[in-house]
């Protein structure tokens, strides 16, 4: 859990560090404006709504064992909160529509389709037919994070998925998922015996430990990826609209402003594309710690076809 | 403020060589995948989603030491 925090101070201060860079660049209120952008990047007590910024409420942080912890909303906490209401809402809408009728329309057609895509091109080429069980946890992670991640390019929105908290806490779900699923399946012993990777006992001192290391860097990765990627992709928009306050210059910003419209379309894939990179892994490392005996199965129709 | 701006340095050369070594393995993976795929085009969908896959582990790496350099420029 230290590299998470550490990651999320460095985050923080990479977002001053560009603060005060843009200060440097450009001087006076130009210098603010930059500010005020990136500011959109990080965690703050307000939400900003076209009528003005809302300030949340602050609770004194508890105090447990030593630590003093900060269970204060903050706008990413907002966000996270929006995007489940939201998508509870629309599936449960979405559910109740497509059940009355037998072919699904309008968007319960667009959200079949994509519950269907998960099912049949990630969950049982991965997990085999005994992965179906898993499928509401992946549907719900994958269309979760979907929301979340699109949140953030709506106007006054922000994708919670770009800080570093909400994707771990993401990610410890899919580690409890992922051991779950392999204790299940296998039994605990079997899960155990695992662990040791097969070797002679003399070597089990050297691979226990890692085959431990190795159950933790995959949520690891997880959590990182999803991060980064939602991150960085603002970072380079701000950036670029930040070159027009740097260059004090209206002829300059068309051109920062056709790349930034570029990485807001590129944006647009990239929030997809985590989503369902995140549910392929998570789908992928469950059925790794599952024996799917349908693994030869599947190749079978493609090759024949 | 020496020793901080040598930091600085390591950490853009250090972003630098991650980035390289990340577009390398991509690159490298993404021609391989399309001739796999120019070669068996029945298999493209398959071909894609494992690319996509491979793409997100390598890319998953390059973050790795991307994140490294952050906190040592930020350090």
């Known amino acids: 859990m230290k590299e998470t925090v550490d990651s999320l101070q460095a985050a923080h201060t990479l977002a001053d560090t560009l603060t005060s860079a843009g200060h440097g660049g450009a001087e006076g209120g130009e210098g603010n ?54 998508l509870a809402f629309v599936a449960t809408v979405v559910a109740r529509r497509n059940a ?33 069980a898993y499928l509401p946890y992946l549907l719900t992670t994958f269309f979760f994070i979907m929301v979340m991640n699109l949140m953030g390019l709506v106007p006054y929105g922000a994708s919670a998925t770009g800080n570093v908290s909400v994707t771990a806490g993401l990610a410890i779900i899919a580690f409890v998922m992922i051991q779950a699923a392999a204790i299940r399946d296998q039994g605990l012993g079997h899960y155990l015996a695992h662990l040791t990777g ?21 949520p690891f990765a997880l959590c990182i990826r999803l991060f980064a990627n939602m991150l960085a992709g603002h970072v380079v928009i701000v950036s670029l609209i930040g ?54 199965e599947h190749e079978e129709p493609v090759h024949g076809s | 403020m ?36 120019g070669r068996q085009p029945e298999v ?5 989603t494992t690319m996509i896959i491979a793409a997100a582990l390598i890319e998953g790496v390059t973050f790795f030491a991307l994140a490294i350099c952050i906190i040592l420029a930020t350090k």
């Open chain 2, 44 to 48: 493209a969908g398959q071909v894609r």
């Open chain 1, 100 to 132: 009355r009728r037998d072919v699904p329309t309008g968007f319960g057609n667009l959200f079949e389709s994509l519950v269907v895509f998960i099912r049949d091109q990630v969950v049982v080429p991965n997990m085999g037919e005994k992965g179906k």
């Open chain 1, 33 to 86: 404006v930059f500010a005020s952008l990136l500011h959109h990047l990080s965690d703050t007590h307000e939400v900003e709504t076209p009528f003005g910024a809302i300030h949340l409420p602050q609770f004194p942080p508890l105090h447990v064992a030593g630590l003093s912890i900060d269970l204060s909303i903050t706008k990413h906490v907002v966000f996270v909160w929006l995007a489940a209401l939201l």
């Open chain 1, 243 to 296: 070159l027009i306050f740097i260059f004090h210059s209206y002829i300059i910003a068309l051109a920062p402003v056709g790349f930034a419209l570029g990485i807001y379309l590129l944006e647009l894939f990239v929030a997809l594309l985590q989503a369902y990179i995140f549910t392929t892994l998570t789908s992928m490392f469950m059925g790794l710690g599952m024996q799917t005996e349908g693994h030869g």
């Open chain 2, 2 to 37: 020496e020793p901080l701006g040598l930091g600085y340095l390591a950490a853009g050369i250090g972003a630098a060589l991650a980035v390289i070594g990340g577009g390398l393995g991509i690159g490298k993976l993404a021609a391989a995948a399309m001739e796999a795929s």
């Open chain 1, 198 to 218: 097969g070797v002679h006992w003399a070597l089990w001192p050297i691979m226990i430990p890692i085959e431990i290391l190795g159950l933790f860097t995959k």
